[in-house]
């Protein structure tokens, strides 16, 4: 029930839980519904009445975004008829039930209000006398939540709370407020907001189309209005929606939108300019400006150039700071080149563009300069626009209509600054920049052989094609501008102006105010382009770190938070300098409007009573919002661990420090870290080394094998090295040399001795030991093994100096080493002239026995000796190379599909490598180290996190090593340098020390994409492509390596390329290989896919196929199809059966009918029966195509079409010749090729045989090899059944039979069809 005069929540009535007072119009539980989330107050009102005979105060209390005004302007200047539409109560329960109330209030009429009155204080009292009633306003406001304004977002309902409490003394009413508001968000599409229509002619009529969109779950209401116009009557320009009926405005409800058609109709030569205003009526800050734009001229002109990519460039969602790209394309449609010049009109504030020409298909960091007259002109790289414009999202810009043609102030003006080539720059390092401005115009006129140009100019050849990058950098807002952190949209036009080239050179610039006759000619083209901006704005607190007291040789930690305040994703890097402060160095990106939490560790090495340090937080995007954080602590040691400094120190690697970081590391990985212990003391000194407990699986520290003992001798640990390790290696089968590859090489050449690099340094094989070099590397091509694989590499292949005498004397030996080396390489040849870098480890005659190895003094000579010392310090070169060669995070940038094999298969080798180096004893545990004085040992520390991918990683690894003193302290400060100053209180023992071990762990996951490839059938020796899909599920690059069995079976697939490879994070890569079956039957065979840093992650996939044998003949059709025909009466047409001989041998076939004795598969009654005419002998075989040929015939006919039309007599003739070669070779082979395979080779008639076996029903044809025959074919109707009735236009069937005589097996059958036709 309605109250006339009021709204309708006035008829809502309840009592508060004594009946002192009534409220109207405020349920105890009400839902406000449709709220627009816009910074206004949403007004309900309701009233109070005084149930007693006295008078009474009610007390009002609010939380939340609620207060209660007695008096409000807005309320009181509503009329009675607005009042009665205000609220709409859409839910409505019984009183008793105390239910929620749901009521709407008009966001019509509160579009009406001032905001000043609602912006006053409320009452927390009201005054009511006996038996009256008090009018109030509950105003309820809603916060706007910080959501991404880009273009593209939804915004939907959220939901806000709040409480009003009623109070009479003791008498209470309680209201609960439930509103549910949304951001009511207008779009338009496209986002460039504008329509430019370049080259019209007065009366044509021209159409475009707009679309108004409503971004949000709550309707609006919309309003579009002119603001700035050349034409105030707008005569021309018409505004339709989809009925054709005029459109200024209308209503979208939730996700709606509309399409508003622009037409123009031109009645006067000139230019044409407007601007819009669409509102949205709910939301002032939600609107839009677009501009419309045309130029007239008298008559129709045809375009010289053409726009070939979209029409409106839109960049989207953009951060400052980072570049962004859009190609435009052009191509000239004239016969004449043409000259285009560019120039950029709108607000472009704050960005800086880059653009590059370049010819269509050329890369844009690789010109295209092989023709001088090619050469393609690059744009400036900054534009600054420096006059007013009409723009959309700047409403106080002025309207400046100017005529651009040939004048020079028309265009935006290029700043004088370059900005240096960085890491930053958007197209590529090929494209090189240039200056700006009229003195460059004279310098780049007056040398045509340099490669920059000016930005507005631009050459474009008859018919080529030019694509422009223009790359976008947004500069950073400072922290007090109004945008930061938020999105900014602008809108800026790339407006390009083409007229003929005149002369091969630039013409002379005009005076100024003239315009040449070609500038008066130009025709122009218009690109809207806009940008969505946001500077990522971050806030790192604490700013000060205090650690406090922290104890030598302790962890402790603290952490960083840092806060991402923009509505874009800030990518964040912290940089420090110390030997005591750790944390991660690794960019780090944080989502909008999110946080992350950055651990800082302290581990202190030495006393230090004011330790000071700074941790600079870099915004990588934003350099002007770099955050500095202070670090404080204090260093003291209470449990004298800095007393170990006096005897040894910790190196890492030649920095003086308590920890070692692996940095990133993949789970099941293996890392390596070298730590090096250097005795200070003037004595010999030993420690105990040990881990924690807990994680002594995930890593552990090893000792290189001393090679000799302190007696000069060498030792028994390395002549078990030296026996043990050749043997391992070749057991270790490296470089896949156990894999039977289709791909391989065998007729190998070995390379000359010039080209190959030095490897004196390389190959330990001389009588005399090699000095180390500093600085050594191995280069990944020094040692190529063709016999393995065709492009593999060998890492540090074996070649020592044994007694050749132990070799067959038929083989020979090559000097590949400089002059100038030390020792003698000799690398064993086979007789076929190629190098088997694997056969040059040690035979087992030529390795140390065991018990020569255990008594030394029983060698024969020095030579044994020679070669034990050279494996050692070629053990000792190849973990130089795993420690700086190993990567945990693989290199993604490689200059060609071969680099990134042999830099995979080589991480491949490096893994292999730590097996045998541990394996064969060359690293063995450390548990005690032995320091000679003043001497430096290393440790090799080996760290193998373990972890499965459905259990989550932890983010770091911390573990300890432990070392411990075994000499009393005591004993060994005399042989220090602090012996007068330091004196224990103790000096039996110092405590233990610890070293730290720390990594950020990653996951390294690969999935397949099928794990079961079905070929289906096959032939054999038939071929086909196939891809496996190999997916990264993890953010860092992964490291495949595809592996086969090795069996006969897998010699079948043969990988096209990418057999190692790197795929990065969170993507896939296709790998192709060829499938060519060589056996018929079921296939079946796997395909191993290894995850090179984590063993655990590889995969299997499982090839399969039905391969047949190959077919042995070949018929052209499987079906003929005859006339109609009477039953009993022979067909009147004659089709051909046409065979063909695929192989290289003579073939005799059986071709005979299927009668309907033997198969009365008919259901119409009636079958067909083959007959072959008597005077078959006498008939002339007609030459038989192959498909493949068939489609060479097709397509050179095709191509003589197209040069007799062009008139190329030449071609004509030479397509001519290819057309009789081919249909005169019976098809098969290249036409352009002069050898002809056995199988396409031109058969003598002669040589085909055909004898009657059985009447007419069966031939026997002999078939020389590639032969073919034609078989002229008749058919006879006959009653396969009496009983089934008969009926005219039934389909009769029969068949023909065609098989080998010696095979019955491979048939073939071909359907003979025809219709029936009964006597009358």
């Known amino acids: 029930m309605t109250v006339r005069g009021q709204p309708a929540n006035y008829a809502l009535l309840w009592r508060s839980a004594e009946g002192r007072f009534s409220v109207r119009g405020l349920p105890p539980r009400v839902h406000l519904d449709r709220v627009y989330t816009n910074g206004l107050h949403a007004l309900v009102p309701f009233w109070i009445t005084n149930e007693t005979d006295q008078d009474v105060t009610v007390e009002l209390a609010t939380e939340g975004p609620l207060k209660v005004q007695q008096q409000n302007a807005n309320w009181s200047a509503v009329s009675t008829a607005q009042r009665e539409t205000y609220v709409d109560v859409t839910t409505a329960p019984a009183a008793e039930d105390r239910g929620e109330v749901t009521m709407v209030c008009s966001a019509t009429i509160q579009r009406e209000f001032s905001e000043v009155f609602n912006q006053l204080g409320g009452v927390s009292s009201v005054q009511l006398a006996a038996r009256k009633t008090a009018e109030l306003v509950l105003l309820f406001v809603a916060e706007a939540a910080e959501t991404d304004s880009g273009d593209g977002q939804r915004y939907e309902y959220e939901t806000h709370g709040g409480h009003v409490t009623l109070r009479a003394d003791t008498d209470l009413y309680d209201v609960t407020l439930r509103a ?201 790289e900054l534009i600054s626009s420096r006059r007013p414009s009409i723009t959309d999202d700047n409403p106080s810009d002025a309207l400046t209509v100017t005529d651009d043609v040939g004048s020079e102030g028309g265009s935006a003006e290029l700043s004088s600054r370059v900005t240096p080539a960085d890491d930053s720059t958007p197209v590529g390092d090929g494209v090189r920049t240039g200056e700006s401005g009229r003195r460059f115009v004279a310098r780049a006129r007056a040398a045509r052989g340099h490669k920059t140009a000016l930005f507005d100019e631009m050459l474009i050849k008859p018919g080529a094609v030019r694509t422009m990058t223009l790359s976008l950098l947004g500069n950073p807002v400072s922290s007090t501008s109004v945008s930061a952190g938020q999105f900014e949209r602008q809108s800026f036009t790339l407006f390009g102006e083409s007229s003929t080239a005149v002369g091969t050179q630039p013409t002379t610039a005009p005076p100024p105010g003239t315009a040449s006759n070609s500038e008066r000619n130009a025709e122009r083209l218009s690109i809207p382009c806009t940008a969505n901006m946001c500077t990522p704005f971050v806030r790192v607190v604490p700013p000060l770190l205090d650690f406090g007291s922290v104890d030598v040789g302790t962890l402790k930690s603290l952490y960083l938070r840092v806060e991402n305040l923009s509505q874009v994703a800030a990518t964040v890097q912290c940089k420090l300098e110390s030997k005591v402060i750790t944390c991660t160095r690794a960019p780090i990106t944080i989502a909008p409007q999110q946080s992350v939490s950055v651990r800082v560790d302290s581990y202190p090495r030495r006393v230090n009573a004011r330790y000071r340090k700074q941790i600079i937080v870099r915004n990588i995007h934003n350099r002007l919002n770099d955050s500095v954080v202070e670090v404080r602590s204090t260093h003291v040691d209470r449990r004298r661990v800095a007393f170990h400094n006096l005897f040894y120190q910790t190196l890492v690697p030649a920095n003086e420090q308590n920890f070692v970081d692996f940095g990133l590391v993949p789970l099941n990985a293996r890392s390596l870290r070298r730590v090096n212990l250097r005795n200070v003391c003037r004595c010999p000194l030993a420690i105990e080394v040990a881990a924690d407990a807990a994680d002594a699986g995930a890593f552990s520290a090893y000792t290189v094998v001393p090679q000799r003992d302190g007696s000069g001798r060498l030792t028994d640990a390395a002549c078990q090295v030296a026996r043990r390790l050749p043997l391992l290696e070749r057991q270790a089968a490296m470089h896949s040399n156990i894999e039977k590859f289709k791909e391989r090489t065998a007729g190998a050449t070995v390379p000359e001795a010039a080209a190959l690099p030095p490897r004196s340094s390389l190959c330990p094989v001389a009588v005399a030991p090699v000095p180390r070099t500093a600085g050594l590397t191995l280069q990944p091509d020094m040692f190529i093994d063709k016999s393995v694989e065709q492009g593999h590499v060998c890492l540090m292949p074996f070649a020592p100096p044994w007694n050749q005498a132990v ?465 002229p074919v008749v058919v006879t109707a006959r009653l396969a059944d009496p009983k089934v009735d008969i009926k005219t236009g039934a389909n009769a069937l029969g068949t023909l039979v065609v098989h080998e005589v010696k095979d019955k097996d491979n048939v073939k059958l071909v359907t003979l069809a025809a219709s029936v036709v009964l006597d009358q």
């Open 180 to 380: 549910s508001t949304c951001r009511s968000v207008l779009e338009m599409e496209p986002p460039t907001s504008r329509i430019y229509i370049d080259d019209c002619v007065i009366g044509r009529t021209y159409e475009r189309a707009l679309r108004v969109r409503n971004a949000s779950a709550i309707g609006l209401d919309w309003t579009m209005t002119v603001v700035e116009t050349t034409d105030p009557s707008l005569s021309a320009l018409q505004l339709l929606d989809s009925d054709m009926r005029p459109l200024s405005g209308g209503h979208l409800g939730a996700r709606g939108d509309t399409q508003v058609l622009v037409r123009y109709t031109p009645h006067a030569a000139g230019e044409f300019l407007s601007r819009f205003l669409v509102e949205n009526s709910n939301d002032p800050a939600s609107l839009r400006y677009w501009v419309f734009r045309a130029r007239v001229s008298q008559r129709q002109k045809l375009r010289r150039v053409e726009l070939l990519s979209d029409p409106d460039i839109s960049f989207g969602d953009c951060t400052s700071g980072v570049w962004y790209s859009r190609d435009i394309r052009f191509k000239n449609v004239s016969d004449t080149p043409v000259v285009m010049r560019l120039r950029v009109e709108g607000n472009t504030g704050g960005l800086t563009m880059k653009s590059a020409v370049r010819a269509d298909g050329a890369s844009a960091s690789e010109p295209n300069t092989a023709d001088a007259d090619a050469l393609l002109p690059t744009l400036s």
């Open 807 to 1271: 070799l067959p004397p038929s083989l020979e030996y090559l000097d590949i080493s400089p002059a100038t080396a030390t020792r003698r390489n000799v690398v064993r040849i086979r007789g076929n002239g190629s190098s088997d870098i694997m056969a040059a480890v040690p035979p087992e005659s030529a390795i140390l026995s065991s018990e020569a190895a255990n008594n030394l003094d029983m060698l024969p000579a020095d030579e044994d000796v020679e070669m034990i010392v050279s494996v050692i310090e070629r053990a000792e070169q190849i973990l130089e190379e795993i420690i700086e060669r190993l990567d945990m995070i693989p290199q993604t940038l490689f200059a060609s599909p071969e680099a990134e094999n042999a830099y995979v298969r080589r991480q491949v080798d490096l893994h292999k490598y730590i097996d045998l180096l541990v394996e064969s004893g060359f690293l063995r545990p450390a548990h005690h180290v032995r320091l000679t004085a003043l001497g430096t040992e290393s440790l090799i520390v080996i760290l193998q996190p373990a972890g499965t991918p459905d259990k989550p990683a932890p983010l770091r690894f911390d573990a300890n090593l432990y070392f411990k003193l075994v000499d009393r302290p005591g004993d060994l400060l005399p042989f220090t340098d602090s012996a007068a100053v330091v004196s224990f209180a103790s000096a039996d023992q110092l405590p233990v020390r610890r070293f730290l071990v720390q990594a950020a762990l990653v996951q390294s996951e690969l999935e397949l994409g099928q794990k079961s490839i079905n070929v289906g059938n096959m032939q054999v020796d038939e071929a086909c492509r196939k891809y496996l899909v190999i997916q990264n599920r993890s953010e860092t690059p992964l490291m495949y390596a595809i592996r086969k069995t090795g069996s006969i079976a897998s010699g079948d697939i043969c990988f096209v390329d990418s057999r190692y490879g790197i795929v990065r994070g969170f993507d896939s890569r296709k790998v192709v290989f060829v499938f060519s079956p060589s056996l018929h039957g079921a296939y079946s065979e796997q395909i191993s896919i290894a995850n090179v840093l984590n063993a655990r992650g590889g995969k299997k996939a499982t090839l399969k196929a039905a391969v047949r044998r190959q077919s042995k003949f070949y018929i052209q059709s499987l079906r003929l199809e005859f006339d109609t025909l009477a039953p009993g009466r022979p067909s009147t047409d004659v089709q051909v059966l046409a065979i063909k001989n695929m192989t290289p041998k003579t073939r005799h076939l059986i071709v005979k009918s299927l009668l309907a004795s033997e198969d009365g598969f008919s259901d119409v009654g009636v079958v067909l029966e083959a007959r072959f005419p008597p005077n078959i002998a006498a008939a002339q075989p007609t030459r038989l195509l192959d498909r493949e040929t068939e489609e060479k015939i097709e397509s050179l006919e095709q191509k003589l079409k197209i040069a007799v039309r062009k008139n190329r007599p030449e071609k004509v003739e030479k397509y001519q010749a290819k057309l009789a070669k081919l249909r005169g070779s019976g098809g098969g082979g290249n036409g352009d090729s002069d050898s002809i395979q056995a199988t396409d080779a031109v058969p003598d008639p002669a040589g085909v045989q055909i004898r009657r076996l059985a009447d007419d029903t069966q031939l026997e044809v002999e078939l020389p090899p590639g032969g073919d025959v034609s078989i």
